[in-house]
C-alpha cells in the first residue's frame, strides 16, 4: 500500500474504525516488524522542568503551580551513569526553555554521554544556529523540536512565547547541520480539523523526520487550552501511527501514549500496547526518582517508565527490546 498523497492521509483518517483494524493496523506493524521485530528502550532524563514559555496546553508552561527543580551538572552526569549500568545505549535529555541552564553545562553531559558510545538526543527549546551548530561538533546525534501544529494561525495562538515561523526556522537550521530531526504533532487538540491534522502527518514526511514525537492530545490542569476541550480521540492517534508507519518504514514512533484510563498516564500497558500494534515502537526510561518525575508535567499522568515495563510491552507484543 502505498500513501503519498494528503488525499491518501484523509481516506486513512476517515475509514471505518473496523476496516482500520483488520487492515491498516496489522499492515503496519507487519511493515515495522519486517524492518526490526524490536521496541527500542530509550533512556530519558528530563533535567529540569522551569520554563519561560507559555504555550497553552502545557502543564510546565511559565506561571505554573508546579514544584520546580534543576539538576546540576554532577547529578546529570550521575543519570547517565545510572543509564549506562542498565546497559541503555540511547538517551534523551530534555528540560523546559530554562535559561538557568548554561550552554557550556549542555555540551558537556553531552560530550560525557558521548564519551559513554551513546546516541544522543536533546530537546531543550529554541536555540540559535551557532549553538546547533557547537552541538553538532560535540557530536549531537538528534534534535526534538516539535513543530506541534502545522496551522500556522494555531500554532500562534497556542505558543505565544514564539512564532510558527521562528520555529520552523529552527527546525531548518537543526537539518542544515545534518543533525537528526524529531519532530511531530499533538493530534486531536481542541478545534484542529482533520484537514489540519493531514497537514501535520504530511509535514512530518516531507522533513524527513527520524523520529516522530507524536502524542494524542491530553488536557493539563489549569491550561487554557484545557478550558477549550477534552482529550484527543485515541482512534485517530492509532491511526496516524499508522499512516507514518507506512509512509515511512524506518522512521521512529514513540509508543509510550495513554489508553482509555487517562489516570493511568503515558505509562499505561493497554496504551503503549495499542501504540505498537498499531506501528510505533519507542518507549523511554524514566531516570528522574519518581517525586521528581511527576513535576515534569507537561501533561497531567505523564508517569515514568522503567525497563521491566517496556520488556513486559515488547513480550506482548512477540518482539525484543533493542538498546540501541
Ligand atoms: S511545551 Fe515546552 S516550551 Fe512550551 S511551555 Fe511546555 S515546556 Fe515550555
Redesign the pocket.
Known sequence: MNIETKKDVLALLDMPREEYLRDIAPLAKKIYKNYRNEIIANAMLGYS?V?????L??????GSKIERYRLNLEEIKNSVDLADSQGMKRIFFI???DPGCSFDDILEYLSYAKKLGMRVCLGI?ELERSQFNELKAAGLDEYAM?F?MSDRDTFNRL?P??NFDRRMERISFILEEGISLASGNIVDYPGQTRDSLANDIMLMKELSISWAPVISYLPAKDTPLAKEGGPGNLELLHKEISILRIMMPTVNITAQQPGRDLKKGLSDTEGNLDAVNSGANMLFVDLLPDAMAKNFS?VDNRSSLRLSHIKEIAGLAGMKVSYI
Open positions: 522542568n520554563c519561560r514559555s507559555r504555550c496546553y502545557c502543564g510546565m508552561r511559565a528540560s523546559g526553555e527549546g516539535k506541534e505558543n512565547s514564539t507537561v
